[in-house]
């Protein structure tokens, strides 16, 4: 197993909780994802996670596209806190931590996500992750302006 770790922040208008509700509606986030195709509420599978959501994104190795879903549980979300957890076989996690403070005329929105999955997906893996939230990031920078 590798694990690996990137950072980012998202600054634009509104209020700290109109920020939180928004991150952590991952269906509305799904629409924001390069990658992801469809978003479908599933049953949580335990009482400690608030909410659940089946993602199904597509992603190409070569000439060769295939349709990978994964489970995003929703864990927490307080005041300015959002902690979500996608799981996906094989063995593969990834955590975002939002943390969403006041700034200026609005909202700074920072975010760690902490990735494992076995080594030998690792590198195509990260990098598909690291793409697909760097574009949120973007899309999501573009709502809170609008």
Known sequence: MRTG???YTINGRGTVASAVDLMA???RLVTMHPLAV???AVPPPGPDVLRSTA???RLKFGPVGMHITYRADLMVRDEDEVLTVAHQQP???L?????VAEAGDGV????RVTFECPALLFSYAFAKARFAHEHMA???TKYLND
Not at 95 to 99: E, G, I, K, P
Not at 108 to 111: D, F, L, P, T
Request: glycine letters at 0%.
């Open 91 to 93: 063995r593969t996690t």
């Open 138 to 140: 973007s899309e999501i």
């Open 25 to 27: 509606d991952v269906p």
């Open 95 to 99: 955590t975002s931590h939002v943390r």
């Open 108 to 111: 700074q929105i920072k975010v």
């Open 55 to 57: 993602v199904t994104s």
């Open 5 to 7: 770790t990137f950072d």
């Open 38 to 40: 469809r978003a479908e």
